[in-house]
């Protein structure tokens, strides 16, 4: 082989080596200095920001050029603050600790409780359950012998299930007033109808199981048993014939009549659409068939709920008397359970008021024991009555009455981390929370309470970027955002210089943008009746000063003290203004009414469409220049800053964009 050829071959092989690892990594659609950006970051950060994946597929190249742009300008600002060494300036750090904290126990709530228990209820609601039930009931706040009465109880019921019917032991010893005639059975549900721990022993028996041990809810204990479990059908679609009584009774066997002739017809094959147009006394459904929408369960009367739900798809049924009249109904149809995406939010307010407090319970116990929560008993007796019960913590002296020894001694520990009494004062005293309670000691136990559940959140938060990879690149972000705030006063709002100098020349470059509109000045009396207006106007007639008359009778909210002065008003404002207006200055027609009552009108002067002065324009003149000379320092800025830092764009790439599938955030 040629000497020659030999090292040329191996820098043309070594040439495809690096084009082979370029193209398998990810594409870089920028590079501002060394920091590239990908893609992939792109399409991130553009879907965040512009309604989402789906409507960044029909985004046009050059929305995506403007968006390309933009967040090349941010990241050339955060390059330059962290080049600056903005993360070590000491107001930067604390904002950063403190937020990482608060948002880090924010981000594991959601993920760890509040997302998961959404995404269970909504997939609970894909099935009804259809249950009975033995209560027996607890006050409020029993005494532990009536709790241990009523469990004994319970445990009893149960020991008789296997012997006896379900319904027959319903009907006998449940508390229940509706046990007598339902036997204990609550028809169908889905989950949200219940209150959170009858919920979860439901779902979490097959059909045909009862509860191996009563369960506790604000009632007292339930004895459960789950007798069916079906798909849940959503809401349904009925159509419905009304027949209407009349007042005699006479009237009434005839409406009974027709009803049962016209389901005789409808039985026969005769069309229930056509049967409702004809015969019908519902006139808002009559023209549309008889159709009356769809109904969801729980959001009727259980016996309509049960006719509907009861009746098979396409079937009608026989008429149901009701107090004003006979229906004949038919089911139409069933809508289904909605997407996830279509009932989030609804998922989210139900969930956060039925069951959060529950779960957030739970899982704040868990905690306890997963960080070893102690407490010290000797200083939380001391503690509680430490305190006048006669003042609040709004008083910043609240804490005066321990003595300097008490509030150095260890409250808890959490993962043997000590927290002071002087720990629970700095928590009260930063918190809203307390500022109006009473120091007892029922209070003052709450208080520790919160403070060791905020000790427990702040160790979990400590460990939410290792257990979430995603809560890192969250807390960059707002690591940049607080970055990109910052540099920007020191680069730009503190250079913008303003002063009376710069704004006059200023307004005489844009003079034309700050102009009034033709304007009346006038006053005006209001007042509510006919014969009241003519007396005023009557007495202005004779003499009475307008000011005066104004003064007395207006009955316009705020303008006796104006004496009736509207001031300069654009002519087209509202009806008061075009009328003064087209009359003369200083004329006083004849009252004209309106509809709040009766104005009489003075026009006091009249002023035609001009620029405005300096002083007139000048706080649209400093808002304009800001916006300006801003604008210009920004422009200014990102050029130096560009020359700094080379930037380097492949916009070709971004025909590409939001062609693979969304990946989903962890």
């Known amino acids: 082989m040629h000497k020659f050829f030999r090292p040329f071959l191996a820098g043309f092989c070594f040439a495809l080596v690096l084009a082979g690892c370029a193209g398998s990594g990810p594409a870089v659609v920028a590079k ?15 879907t965040k920001n512009n309604g989402g994946w789906e409507k960044a597929t029909t985004s046009s190249y050059e929305d995506r050029e403007k968006f390309l742009d933009l967040l090349v300008k941010f ?35 959601e993920k760890e409780i509040i997302g998961p228990k959404v995404l269970e209820t909504y997939n609970r609601k894909k099935e009804e359950i259809r249950a009975s039930h033995i209560l027996l009931r607890l006050n409020p706040e029993p005494t532990p ?25 319903a009907t006998t010893y449940s508390e229940e007033q509706s046990a007598s005639f339902n036997k204990g059975d609550l028809g169908y549900f889905s989950s949200g109808r219940m209150v959170p721990e009858f919920d979860d022993a439901c779902y979490n028996l097959k059909v045909g199981e009862y509860t191996p041990r009563p369960v506790r809810t604000q009632f007292g204990y339930h004895v459960i048993k789950v007798t069916d479990r079906q798909p849940t059908k959503g809401a349904v679609r009925v159509s419905h014939i009304l027949r ?63 006719i509907f739900y009861g009746t098979p798809l396409d079937s009608v049924t026989t008429p149901v008397r009701m107090p004003y009249g006979y229906h004949i109904f038919k089911i139409t149809g069933y809508k289904g359970i909605p997407q996830f995406a279509d009932m989030e939010k609804e998922l989210r307010d139900q969930y956060n008021q039925t069951r959060y407090s529950t779960d957030y319970a739970r899982f704040v116990g868990n905690l306890a024991k997963q960080y070893r929560l102690k407490f010290d008993t000797l200083t939380i007796v001391q503690l509680l009555h430490a305190f006048d019960t006669t003042q609040t913590p709004a008083s910043w002296t609240w804490s005066d009455t321990l003595n300097a020894d008490l509030k150095k001694k260890v409250l808890l520990t959490c993962e043997g981390r000590p927290a002071t009494v002087n720990d629970l004062i700095e928590h009260v005293n930063g918190s809203a929370e307390f500022k109006s309670i009473l120091l007892n000691p029922k209070n003052i136990q709450h208080m520790i309470e919160r403070v060791s559940e905020a000790k427990m959140m702040e160790e979990h938060a400590r460990q939410v970027p290792q257990r979430y990879p995603a809560f890192s690149k969250l807390l960059k972000e707002y690591q940049d955002g607080i970055l990109l705030y910052r540099i920007e006063q020191d680069e730009v709002w503190k250079k913008v210089v303003v002063n009376d100098s710069l704004l006059k020349i200023h307004h005489n470059q844009t003079r034309e943008k700050y102009r009034w509109p033709d304007r009346v000045d006038f006053a005006e009396i209001l007042v509510t009746t006919d014969s009241m207006a ?3 106007y009557k007495e202005i007639r004779a003499g009475k000063q307008f000011a005066e008359a104004a003064e007395k009778y207006t009955m316009r909210n705020g303008y006796k003290e104006k004496k009736g002065v509207w001031g300069l008003t654009p002519n087209p404002l509202n009806e008061f203004s075009r009328y003064a207006a087209i009359l003369p200055v200083d004329s ?12 009489i009108i003075k026009v006091l ?15 649209e003149v400093m808002s304009s220049y800001q916006e300006y000379a801003s604008k210009a320092r920004q422009d200014e800025w990102i050029a130096e800053l560009k020359s700094r830092y080379a930037v380097v764009l492949k916009k070709e790439l971004l025909l590409e964009a939001f062609k693979r599938k969304p990946v989903a955030t962890q």
């Open 145 to 169: 012998a009536d709790t241990l009465a009523a469990y004994t109880k319970a445990m009893n019921v149960i020991s008789l299930v296997p012997k006896y019917g379900f319904d027959t032991l």
């Open 32 to 46: 501002i200095g060394d920091s590239p950006l990908t893609l992939e970051e792109f399409e991130e950060s553009y």
């Open 75 to 109: 990241r050339l600002k955060v390059l330059e603050a962290r080049n600056r060494g903005l993360l070590s300036d000491s107001t930067i750090k604390s904002e950063l600790e403190g937020y990482e904290v608060t948002v880090a126990t924010s981000y594991m709530l």
């Open 588 to 599: 006083i027609p004849p009252p004209f009414e309106h509809p709040n009552g009766w104005s």
């Open 244 to 306: 209407r009584f009349k007042d005699v009774a006479e009237d009434s066997v005839a409406v009974t009549d027709s009803a049962w002739t016209i389901y005789r017809a409808l039985k026969a094959g005769t069309d229930f659409a056509e049967a409702a147009k004809r015969y019908s006394q519902d006139q808002g459904s009559q023209a549309n068939g008889g159709d009356i929408g769809f109904y969801e369960r729980g959001r009727i009367p259980p016996e309509i709920e049960n």
């Open 605 to 619: 002067a009249k002023d035609s469409s001009r620029v405005k002065t300096f002083e007139e324009a000048m706080p």
């Open 534 to 536: 003519k007396a005023v």
